[in-house]
């Protein structure tokens, strides 16, 4: 059996910090319970063109086929005859372990997913299928199938399913890059775990927000389309029934003035989702990430004379961090003159950068402040 250590690996010593803005739900199914991560915005816009074609894209139904004028804006109930036979129903049974008197105990989990090809591949969120045991998958024909994993990937919470099947109705794919604010929005997914099926619609709301989930730094479409528990792995569509994100998150609860939060979800980019669901369904596996070849650990608040900050645990041989000198129990303080303080901050930067480009890290050791420069290299996996 293989384990597979991936870079920049992040662990915490005693917890997240309880001092940060809003809860940020993952949307997730009942049984295993709802996910909770935390939450910062940090910038929140950017521009596109839309790009105009005469061709005409063929939408088969069962009953019936539909002709549509590219970029021509459907109605929600044409989207919704497009698009809601690519979007599936998933189902998990998760493993866990209690203490003392409860022991190990089976729970279960709920969310979404998008078909990409027509034999069976199925992207969703990571959050939905981490640390299965089982993964079912309806479609909306009411068949059931048995899905295998086929990749997944933390830092960007896309992972790919396959079933054994042929003839499906994969979604059509849009560019995220293209869409603005204001535009057409449609959520189609599985809220509650429950009610497959189900239909929002709204507007994009936000793009390129840029946020802190789970420890995790997205850049993600923001909706005002509902999104519950549930809807995870779900698609985003356009105004002409394209997928352009896939759902993963809602904010929710209130703000510390007690201010109700509505409307406010959100998903990954279709494009960026697409990137790491090929490299998953080639190498199962991420590829092309830039990393600095160390596993982290992030101390929230200073403890018993350890300052909060963000901590090298080990670096990986043969990495950049290696070469550079960088050395467990060094806390990084900054990243190309940024300062850092926990491990978000740090993937903000290296979400920009290429493997081969170099990175200057600056670290406190033994009191004394280092800086060095890091060539970035691609994700180390060992396999033991």
Sequence with gaps: MSEEIKNEEIQTRRGWHPALNALL?????????????????HTQKADGTVQESTQPTVVYTPAQTTVYAEGEELSIGQIVEKAADSVVEIRTTVKQTGFGFYG????EGAGSGVIISSDGYIITNNHVIKNAESIAVRTTDGTEYDASLVGTDEK???????????GLKPAEIGDSSLIHVGDTAVVIGNPLGTLGGTVTNGIISALDRQ???????????????????????????????????????????????????????????????MDIASQLMESGHVTDRATLGVSLTTVPYDYRGTKAGLYINSVF?????????LKADDRITAADGQPIAQYADLSFILQKKKIGDTILITVERDGQELTREVTLTAPIYYNN
């Excluded at 509902?226 to 809602?250: D, E, M, R, T, Y």
């Design 25 to 41: 739900c993952a949307v997730l199914g009942l049984g295993g319970g709802y996910t909770g991560g935390r939450i910062a915005v």
């Design 211 to 273: 946020l802190i989930i789970n420890n995790q730094a997205l850049n993600l479409i923001q909706t005002n389309a509902a999104i519950n528990s549930g809807n995870s792995g779900g698609g985003l569509f356009n105004g002409q029934g394209q997928v352009i994100g896939i759902v993963n998150a809602k904010d929710s609860g209130t703000t510390s003035s007690g201010a109700l939060i509505e409307g406010l979800g959100f998903a990954i980019p279709i494009n960026d989702a």
């Design 104 to 107: 190990s105990y089976t729970t």
């Design 156 to 166: 960007s919470d896309i992972a790919v399913i396959k079933v054994d099947a042929s």
């Design 317 to 325: 041989e043969g990495s950049g961090a290696e070469e550079a000198g």
